[in-house]
């Protein structure tokens, strides 16, 4: 079993940045694929960007592409969205997500946390 929580959203201004962080618990952390996923009001949960179990691969979505980085600290079980840049249209729940490397699917969910960028 995974348990994971995120932390770090807020509201800010279009133009500034955030970080989210989420904190797994679990010994087999360095094992999991890592994702952000997101939710505005009103429209479907999409993916974000996800990492590798351990960092070397990463992809997103293209509308993030350039501003947001996904990375991971497996020392402290935790992954990182660094997220710069930010629009309007970006604000919404952030969730995180990890399933194990013998899944296509993501088994373990956080709770999320709200992001709000303000024009």
């Known amino acids: 079993q995974v348990q994971l929580v995120e932390s770090g959203g807020g509201l800010v201004q279009a133009g500034g940045s955030l970080r989210l962080s989420c904190a797994a618990s679990?010994?087999?952390?360095?094992?999991?694929?890592m994702g952000w996923f997101r939710q505005a009001p009103g429209k479907e949960r999409e993916f974000v960007a996800a990492?590798?179990?351990?960092?070397?691969?990463?992809r997103y979505t293209d509308s993030v592409k350039g501003r947001f980085t996904i990375s991971r600290d497996n020392a402290k079980n935790t992954v990182y969205l660094q997220m710069n840049s930010l629009k309007p249209e970006d604000t919404a729940v952030y969730y995180c997500?990890?399933?194990?490397?013998?899944?296509?699917?993501?088994?373990?969910w956080g709770q999320g946390t709200q992001v709000t960028v303000s024009s």
């Open positions: 997500a990890a399933h194990s490397s013998s899944s296509t699917t993501y088994d373990y």
């Open positions: 990492i590798n179990w351990s960092g070397g691969s990463t």
């Open positions: 679990g010994r087999t952390f360095s094992s999991y694929v």
